[in-house]
Each structure stands twice: as C-alpha cells, then as structure tokens.
C-alpha cells in the first residue's frame, strides 16, 4: 500500500533510454529568421536589379522578391532542422542530412509556389526538393572528400599535387640538399682562398724590384 501511494505521487516517467530533450522553440526560429534575413536581402537586391532591366516598378518588384527570397530561406532552415532531429536515430548521417534537405526544399518550394499561384504549388515542392536533395548529396561527397584528405594533410597535402610549384620533401631528402649545399659552398671557399693566395702573390711579385733597385745602388756607393 505504502509503495501503491508513493508510486502515485510521482510524475509519469517519459524519457526514453537514447530520447532527446525537447526542442526549444527559439532555437528553430531565431537562427531560421537570420538565414531568412540574410535570403531576404540577397531577394530585394536581385528583384530592385530584375525590376529596372524589365522596366516593371523595381520598388514593388523588389519587395516582392525580398518576400519570397525570406519565406523560401527561413521555411526551408527550420524544416531542415526539424527534420534532422526525428530522423537521428534510424538513418545514416549522410542519408538523414539529403531527406532532411529534400524534405525541407519540398515545403519551401510548395510555400514559395504558394506565394505565386496555386497552380505553382507542385512544380515548386518538385523542383526545390530536388534542388535540395542533390545540393546535399554534393555537399556531402565534397565533405567526405575532405575528410580522407585531412589525413593526408600531414604529409604534404595540397603540396603532393602534380601542380604545386612547392613540393614536400621528407627528412633524407632534405639532408641530401643540405649536404650538396654545404658542398658548394665548401668549394665557394676554396675558389676564395686560392684567388686570395693569387692576390697576395702578384702583391709580393710588385713590391719585390724596388726594394732589389735599392739594394744594387747601396752597393755601388
């Protein structure tokens, strides 16, 4: 009975060996408002550009370009990160990121064709979700491309190319060079010194016939 009643007192238990805690709402908005911002932007100034080469009114134009730029960057941000955190557990890394994307391109691109027309609302889902998709499969093959190459870095990395002017050399050739230069310059040095030798020769050979002119006048007094 007593085990019955203190059973009672405490709250169901809900977590779940390997559950994550619940999503704050703030970290979905706040970082998908400042991607959507940045897309906004980049939309107003493509449609102000667009409005003035079609000579349409680039002040509407360009609103309306902002709008849809913000909807398309801030919808697809949060729904990727959605996505990204039911799909953790069952899919790889890779193949969870390119539904994530594909997910997240369609309910942009369906909302985006939506600001449009209706009629706009299946060819925008198909089209962003595969943009989406095959955007992360290639971002995907350059990031593990990159990531055999961070272990071969050590040893030369973008030096070993067959087009790097700068080649990396390992220790026993290094000394080679080191020893073939220390040869030069040894030879350097003997070149010096016998030039020096032959400076001082002909320094002697010139000083030598006037001091044996004085000599022969000495005598003859």
Same mark, same amino acid.
Do not use: C
């Given at each position: 009975?007593?085990?019955?009643?203190?059973?009672?007192?405490?709250?169901?238990?809900?977590?779940?060996?390997?559950?994550?805690?619940?999503?704050?709402?703030?970290?979905?908005?706040?970082?998908?408002?400042?991607?959507?911002?940045?897309?906004?932007?980049?939309?107003?100034?493509?449609?102000?550009?667009?409005?003035?080469?079609?000579?349409?009114?680039?002040?509407?134009?360009?609103?309306?370009?902002?709008?849809?730029?913000?909807?398309?960057?801030?919808?697809?941000?949060?729904?990727?990160?959605?996505?990204?955190?039911?799909?953790?557990?069952?899919?790889?890394?890779?193949?969870?990121?390119?539904?994530?994307?594909?997910?997240?391109?369609?309910?942009?691109?369906?909302?985006?064709?939506?600001?449009?027309?209706?009629?706009?609302?299946?060819?925008?889902?198909?089209?962003?979700? @595969?943009?989406?998709?095959?955007?992360?499969?290639?971002?995907?093959?350059?990031?593990?491309?990159?990531?055999?190459?961070?272990?071969?870095?050590?040893?030369?990395?973008?030096?070993?190319?067959?087009?790097?002017?700068?080649?990396?050399?390992?220790?026993?050739?290094?000394?080679?060079?080191?020893?073939?230069?220390?040869?030069?310059?040894?030879?350097?040095?003997?070149?010096?010194?016998?030039?020096?030798?032959?400076?001082?020769?002909?320094?002697?050979?010139? @000083?030598?016939?006037?001091?044996?002119?004085?000599?022969?006048?000495?005598?003859?007094?």
């Amino acid at each position: 009975m007593v085990d019955d009643g203190s059973k009672k007192g405490l709250p169901p238990s809900s977590s779940q060996p390997g559950a994550l805690p619940p999503l704050d709402f703030m970290d979905v908005v706040s970082p998908a408002l400042q991607v959507g911002s940045l897309t906004g932007i980049s939309g107003l100034l493509f449609g102000a550009v667009s409005g003035v080469i079609r000579s349409t009114t680039p002040t509407l134009f360009a609103l309306a370009s902002g709008l849809q730029w913000f909807t398309l960057g801030s919808t697809f941000y949060a729904t990727r990160t959605i996505v990204l955190r039911e799909l953790h557990a069952d899919t790889g890394e890779s193949a969870r990121k390119i539904s994530a994307s594909a997910i997240a391109g369609g309910v942009s691109g369906g909302i985006g064709g939506l600001l449009r027309s209706r009629r706009n609302v299946l060819p925008g889902t198909l089209i962003f979700a @595969t943009f989406g998709a095959l955007g992360q499969a290639a971002y995907n093959y350059a990031d593990s491309r990159e990531g055999r190459k961070e272990g071969e870095g050590e040893k030369g990395g973008w030096l070993d190319s067959r087009w790097s002017p700068v080649k990396a050399l390992s220790d026993e050739e290094y000394g080679k060079i080191l020893e073939e230069r220390l040869l030069k310059i040894e030879a350097e040095i003997a070149l010096v010194d016998e030039s020096i030798r032959e400076v001082k020769k002909e320094a002697a050979a010139t @000083t030598a016939p006037p001091t044996a002119v004085a000599t022969k006048t000495d005598g003859k007094k």
